[in-house]
């Protein structure tokens, strides 16, 4: 059983790690990726295998294997305000990554079959947003979960910008899961042993990628042995936001703007600050086959002609790199302040509207 990266010490290290071997490709996935700490979803007697790059499974309780989520989040080409749906959306991990991209104007709605499960993804969001330190630095799009088979979704139900589905998908439920996206829309689902991205490029017009060999346990079947009758499940409604909810956006958005331009103000030439510690750098291979999950579940990377050719600069870019790197690691610096938060109970406000402002937040 491997990974297809390192181990990290700590969350920030296991994105390093996903960075350096590409899996982990553009700014807005890095920054969802460090703002969610993983070891955060899991069972406390679990968390010493947070930070590898190892799927997790607890009774009905699942986590993909970081490359995995990382592999699926670059190719839903996540945008500010686009509708997603998570199908088999589990402890939450991916669909709050997803609304942190996503913003207050966006929609984020997933379906899982396991009543504790979605129990479990409630207290994980619900402690995210109370407690994150990186919560204030992004506006929100909160998911919505819902009980039940995602093969059977009401017919009448809303398309979508993007939909992942998080378990494998039988030959005979492929159209089925085309349906669900709108046109110029985003699938990534298992699909005969690849993970598969598919747009839809019109009424019936499609484009198929094959990104990893993987293998999933399939979707579970309807059953309806007990009625005869299907259970549909009915997605929650896309919701008006209030006119105090936007308030509050617009508010905390000017906020941080004036803060932004504080900080470049002090930084007189704007240039960005330097790192505060150098971490360890993972050397870049090709690996043909990348992880081996469980009994059910691994995943092999397609290779590329350009890992051949792009394979020796690396390794000598590396190791002149891990010479330079000799010094021992300075120790880490005490968490950052939260000048948003500052800020606004720094207002001539009522307490409650403070409160509001912050989501009531605990720190």
């Known amino acids: 059983m491997g990974g297809a990266v390192s181990a990290g010490e700590d969350n920030d290290e296991l994105i390093d790690n996903l960075k350096e071997a590409q899996y982990i490709r553009t700014e807005l996935v890095e920054q969802a990726f460090r703002a969610i700490d993983r070891a955060d979803y899991y069972l406390e007697e679990f968390k010493d295998n947070a930070y590898k790059d190892l799927a997790w499974k607890h009774g009905n309780i699942h986590l993909s294997a970081p490359c995995i989520y ?14 997603f749906l998570n199908l088999g959306s589990g402890t939450g991990y991916l669909s709050s990554m997803v609304g942190l991209i996503l913003g207050p104007f966006g929609v984020n709605h997933g379906v899982e079959l396991h009543s504790d499960v979605i129990e479990y993804a409630k207290q994980k969001l619900d402690f995210f947003i109370k407690t994150s330190d990186s919560f204030d630095k992004f506006e929100f799009c909160e998911p919505s979960f819902v009980t039940g088979n995602c093969l059977e979704i009401s017919p009448d139900c809303t398309q979508y910008d993007r939909v992942y589905c998080g378990a494998g998908v039988q030959k005979e439920h492929e159209d089925y899961m085309k349906n669900l996206l709108k046109v110029g829309g985003i699938l990534v689902m298992p699909l005969e042993e690849k ?6 490029t019109g009424p019936s017009a499609w484009e198929t990628k094959k990104i990893l060999a993987v293998s999933f346990a399939p979707l579970i079947q309807p ?6 009758k299907s259970r549909l499940v009915h997605l929650p409604p896309v919701a008006v936001r209030s006119l105090q909810d936007l308030a509050r956006i617009a508010i905390r958005g000017t906020i941080k703007k004036i803060i932004h331009q504080e900080a470049l103000s002090r930084a007189g030439n704007g240039l960005k600050n330097p790192p505060r510690f ?5 050397r870049r291979r090709r690996m043909e086959t990348i992880v081996f999950l469980d009994k059910e579940v691994f995943a092999s990377r397609i290779s590329s ?8 600069s690396d390794d000598i870019d590396d190791d002149r790199l891990e010479e330079e790197e000799t010094k021992p690691s300075e120790l880490k610096p005490d968490p950052p302040v939260n000048f948003l938060r500052e800020k606004v109970l720094s207002l001539p406000l009522p307490d409650p509207l403070k409160y509001y402002l912050l989501y009531y937040r605990e720190k």
């Open 70 to 83: 990382s592999e699926v989040m670059e190719a839903l080409d996540l945008q500010p305000g686009l509708s």
């Open 195 to 200: 993970l598969t991205k598919i747009t839809r």
């Open 223 to 228: 059953n309806h042995a007990d009625s005869g």
């Open 278 to 282: 150098k971490r360890r750098r993972v």
């Open 305 to 312: 002609p350009a890992d051949d050719n792009n394979n020796n």
